[in-house]
């Protein structure tokens, strides 16, 4: 009989603040607590800075590259940093009618008088928080030297694609890494039901957003999304292991951001034992996910 590979992700604990149960997700701020990185020793820094003149993400830096070094040929560390997406006009709609009026009958339309929230924008409020974003990561690469990403990707929604573009936008990074989002259908919100989910033409995407990449195979229209059905979570932790696995598989950077949506952070959260944390909008939650590969029952 034969054995089919399979990789199984697990969050690395004792690194960030939103891994420890004693860290309450409702107060947390990811922009006040250097974006959640625990002050303490890594078993590198007696070589690596023995005069404690470098700074706790140099010393982490350091650490994951360690990590990566000594692990063996079927096993692989990445840090994602999975930023929500700033506040939408869908969430303010939500906020004004209510959850159980929004889930049964304002989500399924368009709009409403005065706002439309199919494929849903930014409000102000979700544009000053991507600033605000922008300003953070700034600040952390001047005077942290926070490893920042090597490689980006951004949901399709107009909500993430916005995101992405206003908070990685004029920052300082190397000309090997520049930011050029790569649009993934498989990071998107779940899908179905909530016109706010709807994707736009990739006709759209490319013309308002004509710096980003599309993976291999994006369609000009939105083949997912279906009127009458919503994916479960089992469903959508199935399609996050699925972008894991094309992650791990074809990018060989080890820093990686993730401009995506609160439903689809939820899952990759599940997906890698990570324990619940909610990301408010605008908010970023970086992750240690170690993946080894494995061999699954006999078939």
Request: hydrophobic share 30%; aromatic share 12%; glycine share 6%.
């Amino acid at each position: 009989m034969n054995q089919t590979p399979s990789t199984k992700y697990t969050t690395v604990p004792g690194f960030f603040l939103q891994d420890e149960s004693s860290t309450d997700a409702k107060s947390f701020d990811y922009a006040a607590s250097d974006f959640g990185l625990i002050k303490r020793a890594y078993n590198t820094d007696k070589e690596y800075d023995p005069e404690k003149k470098r700074t706790q993400w140099e010393r982490f830096y350091q650490q994951i590259s360690e990590l990566n070094s000594q692990a063996s040929s079927s096993v692989r560390y990445k840090v994602i940093y999975m930023g929500r997406h700033g506040e939408g006009v869908h969430n303010v709609a939500e906020n004004y009618y209510g959850t159980s009026a929004w889930d049964s009958y304002w989500s399924k339309q368009d709009g409403n008088d005065t706002v439309i929230w199919a494929d849903a924008h930014l409000t102000e409020k979700g544009i000053e928080q991507a600033r605000i974003a922008n300003k953070f990561w700034a600040l952390e690469m001047a005077t942290q030297h926070i490893p920042v990403p090597e490689s980006f990707y951004t949901s399709p929604l107009d909500r993430c694609l916005a995101t992405a573009n206003i908070t990685f936008n004029g920052l300082q990074l190397p000309a090997q890494q520049p930011c050029v989002p790569e649009v993934k259908e498989l990071l998107r919100e779940v899908i179905g039901i909530h016109t706010c989910d709807r994707r736009s033409k990739k006709t759209y995407i490319h013309t308002n957003f004509p710096a980003y990449t599309f993976e291999p195979g994006f369609a000009e229209d939105d083949e997912m999304w279906r009127p009458e059905v919503r994916e479960s979570n089992s469903l959508h932790d199935t399609r996050m292991r699925k972008l894991l696995g094309d992650i791990f598989t074809h990018d060989d950077n080890t820093y990686i951001s993730f401009t995506t949506h609160s439903g689809s952070i939820a899952s990759l959260l599940r997906v890698t034992g990570h324990r619940e944390f909610r990301v408010p909008t605008g908010a970023v939650i970086p992750v240690l996910i170690k993946a080894e590969m494995t061999h699954a029952e006999p078939s």
